[in-house]
């Protein structure tokens, strides 16, 4: 043999190659040594003259995704590889790229490029608002979301999407922050087209528009967007790789120093999370359990007067509440389960305040008949000229108590109900936009208000839980821990409150400027900000555990699968993290290698 090339992994493939040659021992001793040293397959370039080996190049392959994922695997099973060395060879991003929907694009026309934000290929018919998405979705077609941007109230149109992309946009915007919470492939900020909400269609500089019906392809990886459908159906990777994935979550399991919990918002979503390994729930949002179908019903009591029309409307918010919290309570029978009160800017569900006055000034100049004067008085009222500066969370609760009863009250009935039944509901309450610990005391007077409503013995009550999402809540937190059972460390809120930012907004002009500047090395939305933020939860969480040792934390958002976030909660003895379902698997990784790196003191490096 003159000169070979081969691939060679661990003296396996060889065998069948060198059997029998003069040089085959040596060269196998050189493979399997390589490999050992590399701890991956090798690539081996040598030449054989005269039956004398030359080795003339060793080079450990790069493996990605699946292909590392199983060999990582193989290496445990053969016992060639200990459970720490193996945590450090994965990378979330290979993890992540596995758990994506997989699918080529391969032959189609490009129609526009624009920045991937959530992995992966998708496809399906184009629609251009939430509510074409929910229809398609109804009708068994899978929906591609078009927007220019997309707002909290787009979330039922999100949920129902195959794929979403939008004109505006960045890593930290709605779009790109929602999607990768549910798993769903998303581009944003598209570079070379327009998106048109009024024709409604897509138009490239260069091409024809897509328009409603159209198919459409969306890959997330490459941030691209195609017309027609994927030439294969898109299918998942771990349909091959699962039991690897599972092997190295659960090595990552045994060492993890944190829990993991999940963002639920459903009892769909609460018994994915347990599926994939959720030891709880981290957090519930009730607002997002009144959207889609359920919207007027809030925007019916944020409007009402006191009317007998705004009592009713409470009576079936409570029972709506109740009935969903008795779902999400069994599903996570036995698991915490925190449960976030109402914390929208209400004019997510007003009617838009704009659109209201130019159709009342249209009625007057022509004479016809305009909005509802009742829905345009409320909507003048509770206009506010900076919503998340404004009456959020606990906020809307002292401002309407009834509205605060009615979901105290709710949940009060369902964990009796649950426990009724033989169930074990242990649920959490968390108090939202906290700034002042008294508004914790008001809390729980409320709280066991709702107790006696129910019937109770005087003696029942659940956990109470102040968020930390505020600057104020994190220097008081001393004083909080004193009334709060737990905390909870609301990352999104005290990274923009902290900054001075809007995330959505921060991501179109500013951010960017200042890092081509180098101002900033990356969006502090995106990457935790250990000097800053970062500050305000040691002193918090110091502050509170010095009140309060026992006080449990966790902490939920954007950030909690970060590593830097991670290790801070590690070192601060804090109890768990929590993200959306599709992300578990991701944080289950996270918190065992942050685990290993501090137990072998190489966290940071």
């Not at 305009?370 to 909507?379: E, F, K, M, R």
């Not at 830097?564 to 991701?586: E, I, K």
Request: hydrophobic fraction near 45%; charged fraction near 25%; include cysteine.
């Amino acid at each position: 043999m003159t000169g070979a090339h081969l691939l060679l992994h661990g003296g396996r493939d060889l065998a069948a190659t060198a059997a029998g040659q003069p040089w085959g021992a040596e060269l196998t001793a050189v493979v399997e040594s390589s490999h050992r040293d590399a701890g991956l397959p090798v690539r081996v370039e040598f030449t054989v003259r005269a039956h004398r080996l030359r080795i003339v190049a060793v080079t450990p392959l790069v493996l990605r995704d699946a292909a590392l994922l199983t060999h990582v695997a193989a290496l445990l099973d053969e016992g060639a590889l200990t459970e720490r060395d193996a945590l450090g060879m994965v990378r979330a991003t290979d993890l992540t790229r596995v758990l994506a929907p997989a699918g080529r694009v391969t032959g189609l026309p490009v129609l526009c490029r624009g920045r991937g934000v959530a992995p992966g290929v998708a496809g399906g018919v184009a629609v251009f608002s939430a509510d074409a998405a929910v229809a398609a979705r109804q009708e068994g077609t899978d929906p591609v979301l078009i927007l220019p941007v997309t707002r909290p109230q787009d979330l039922p149109g999100l949920l129902a999407a195959a794929a979403v992309v939008t004109e505006q946009g960045g890593n930290t915007s709605h779009a790109a922050v929602v999607t990768r919470g549910l798993g769903r492939v998303c581009v944003t900020a598209l570079r070379d087209a327009t998106v048109d909400p009024d024709e409604p269609c897509l138009r490239p500089d260069d091409g024809e528009p897509v328009r409603p019906g159209d198919r459409v392809t969306v890959d997330g990886s490459a941030g691209t967007v195609h017309r027609g459908d994927p030439p294969t159906a898109p299918t998942t990777r771990t349909d091959h790789t699962g039991p690897a994935v599972d092997r190295i979550l659960a090595v990552a399991d045994r060492h993890a120093r944190l829990a993991v919990r999940v963002n639920a918002d459903s009892p769909a979503d609460a018994e994915a999370g347990r599926r994939a390994g959720a030891t709880g729930v981290g957090l519930c949002r009730i607002e997002h359990m009144l959207l889609g179908e359920r919207q007027p019903l809030l925007a019916r009591v944020l409007t009402g007067t006191g009317s007998a029309g705004t009592s009713e409307a409470l009576d079936h918010l409570r029972d709506v509440l109740r009935d969903d919290f008795v779902a999400l309570l069994r599903a996570m029978d036995g698991l915490p389960v925190a449960i976030r009160l109402l914390d929208p800017p209400r004019h997510e569900f007003l009617p838009d305040l704009t659109r209201l006055e130019v159709a009342a000034a249209e009625a007057r100049a022509g004479g016809g008949a305009g909005p509802d004067p009742v829905t345009l008085a409320a909507a003048r009222r509770l206009h506010e000229t900076n919503p998340m500066l404004g009456v959020r969370g606990i906020r809307l609760g002292v401002l309407d108590p009834r509205l605060l009863a009615a979901q105290l009250t709710a949940l009060v009935e369902a964990t009796r109900l649950v426990r009724r039944d033989g169930g074990d509901p242990r649920p959490e309450l968390l108090v939202p936009m906290v700034t002042v610990p008294a508004e914790l005391d008001l809390v729980r007077d409320r709280l066991a208000e709702a107790y006696e409503r129910c019937g109770g013995t005087g003696t029942e009550t659940m956990p109470v839980g102040a968020m930390i999402e505020t600057p104020r809540a994190a220097l008081v937190a001393g004083e909080l821990a004193r009334r709060a059972d737990f905390l909870s460390i609301g990352s999104n809120d005290l990274t923009a409150l902290g900054w001075g930012l809007c995330r959505d907004d921060a991501e179109r002009e500013l951010l960017p400027r200042y890092r081509d500047l180098g101002l900033v090395d990356e969006s502090p939305m995106v990457r935790w900000d250990d000097h800053g933020v970062g500050e305000l939860v040691r002193q918090a969480v110091t502050a509170a555990c010095k009140v309060r040792p026992d006080i449990g934390v966790g902490i939920c958002g954007e950030h909690a699968l970060d590593p830097a976030a991670v290790r801070l909660l590690v070192g601060l003895g804090a109890d768990y993290v929590s993200c959306s379902p599709a992300r578990l698997p991701v944080a289950r990784l996270t918190v065992g290698q942050v685990a290993v790196a501090v137990e072998r003191g190489t966290e940071g490096r």
